[in-house]
């Protein structure tokens, strides 16, 4: 079983910075592609980045594209999303999340850190 458990939020002035960690343990990250997603209040949960399983390729939503990074380091069973220029508007929990290539679906999930960006 993929566990995974994210850190690295916290509150940050507008224009700031954060980087976000998603650690996993039970198996090795090499056999999923990953992802990062967030639900601001009152919203539904959206997807935010994602990275696939051997070649990096990334995708990101339009909203942070050029602001945020996405990167895996398979070594350490590890996944960042780097955050720049940030605005109030990605206030959210940000949440990491797993599937097995191939899959429509996200099959495992952290249990978010939330990210607070002050005006």
């Known amino acids: 079983q993929l566990e995974l458990v994210e850190s690295g939020g916290g509150l940050v002035q507008a224009g700031g910075s954060l980087r976000l960690s998603c650690a996993a343990s039970?198996?090795?990250?090499?056999?999923?592609?990953m992802a990062w997603f967030r639900q601001a209040p009152g919203k539904e949960r959206a997807f935010v980045s994602a990275?696939?399983?051997?070649?990096?390729?990334?995708t990101y939503a339009d909203s942070v594209k050029g602001r945020f990074t996405i990167s895996r380091d398979n070594a350490k069973n590890t996944v960042y999303l780097q955050m720049n220029s940030l605005k109030p508007e990605d206030t959210a929990v940000y949440y990491c999340a797993a599937k097995v290539s191939g899959r429509n679906e996200y099959d495992y999930w952290g249990q978010g850190t939330q990210v607070t960006v002050s005006s």
């Open positions: 990275i696939s399983r051997i070649s990096g390729t990334t």
């Open positions: 039970g198996r090795t990250l090499f056999m999923y592609s």
